[in-house]
């Protein structure tokens, strides 16, 4: 086990059984792991339409175990080795769906991880159920976990905010299954090459929000590739591993198609913890607010005094922006740069005190 291997192998595709490459990676070097194993599907006989065509399941061989245990042991056995090479703030996400993804959430509970969500996928344009013998099967779960419950993992929050309208994004995300063009083709036959080709949008908000630019990301069931193209679009390093050669061949031809961006301000995102820390006294240091200058809450109808020293007066009490905010509001907490207004002598308009951090962020970057 050594770095090396890793660094020697980031952005290409190894041909081998994943816990045994996963065993050469040295411990702690791996940032995020997106794992997409053996659903054990268990299908048994052919599915058919209501015309008697076939539907294309997925009867590959790789998907068959002989039991249940031996299916567990097999998860065990490849878990092992992804906890030990995932450094300790790193994440690990597993999709599954009812066949399987309870087994792998409760092997993961025993190993130790800590679950962070479970996120449904559900997809909008799912295989309808044929017989009408049971509901649609229209979803998926991603399981999300730390190493352990102390872990100071990545949260892009504010990403995936932005990007959804600035709306806290949930849990359940709709997305459809891949389709068209970007739904990989066996030149021989023109049918799918892989029968559970993931969506790129699915990997966009994993990868988006779970990593950050140049991190590592391991996909020990590569399949197609989808894992290493959005990384590969967004900034990030991946290495991926697959046992069958012409599942690697259609993935190589579409990672080499893709073209890196060079432009580092088109992979930058929105991340408030990432910019610089500014105290309320260095507005007033600026002179952006001067001490005696009254702030309002947004209706005008509660207000403060700034005081020299950067806390502020609220009726008979004194404290920072925040303390006092919480106590005009009756709450345990406040972000009093938002909560607190001031009237600009210019506009004569009401605005937030955060106007004033932001111009002294400005000249910080």
């Known amino acids: 086990m050594s770095k090396d291997y890793l660094q020697k192998n980031l952005n290409t595709v190894i041909n081998a059984d994943c816990v045994e490459t996963m065993k050469k990676i040295a411990d702690g070097t791996v940032d995020v792991i997106f794992a997409d194993p053996p659903y054990n599907l268990q299908l048994g006989d052919a599915l058919k339409r209501p015309d008697n065509s076939d539907v294309k399941g997925v009867y590959e061989e790789w998907d068959s175990f002989e039991s249940i245990a031996e299916y567990d042991r097999y998860t065990k056995e490849w878990l092992a080795e992804a906890r030990r090479i995932l450094k300790d703030d790193g994440t690990i996400w597993v999709i599954g769906s009812y066949h399987n993804i309870f087994r792998v959430g409760y092997i993961l509970q025993d190993m130790g991880f800590w679950i962070l969500n479970d996120i449904i996928w559900n997809k909008t344009n799912p295989m309808p159920n044929f017989k009408g013998t049971r509901f649609t099967n229209a979803h998926e779960t991603l399981i999300w976990a730390t190493k352990n ?46 029968p559970t080709q993931k969506p790129e949008a699915l990997l966009y908000r994993v990868i988006m929000s779970s990593t950050n630019v140049g991190d590592v990301i391991l996909d020990p069931f590569f399949g197609t590739g989808t894992t290493g193209a959005v990384a590969k679009r967004l900034g990030r390093n991946f290495i991926g591993i697959e046992r069958d050669a012409t599942y690697i061949n259609g993935a190589r031809e579409r990672l080499a198609a893709i073209t890196p961006n060079a432009d580092e301000a ?52 004194t404290g920072s922006i925040h303390q006092m905010g919480a106590l005009a509001q009756n709450s345990a907490t406040c972000n009093g740069w938002a909560y607190w207004h001031f009237v600009d002598k210019k506009s004569k308009k009401l605005m937030p005190i955060d106007e004033l951090r932001q111009i002294i962020r400005a000249e910080m970057v």
């Open 266 to 317: 088109a992979l930058e995102y929105t991340c408030k913890r990432k910019l610089p820390k500014v105290p309320f006294g260095a507005v007033l240091e600026r002179g952006l607010i001067s001490p005696g200058d009254v702030l309002y809450d947004d209706k005008k109808k509660i207000k403060a005094t700034v005081r020299s020293d950067g806390t502020i007066k609220f009726k008979s009490d």
């Open 149 to 194: 419950p102390k872990a100071r993992y990545t949260f892009n929050y504010e990403a995936m905010k932005a990007m959804n309208d600035d709306v806290q994004m949930r849990s359940t995300w709709e997305i459809p299954l891949c389709t068209g063009k970007e739904r990989l083709k066996n030149g021989e036959t023109g049918e799918k090459l892989h």
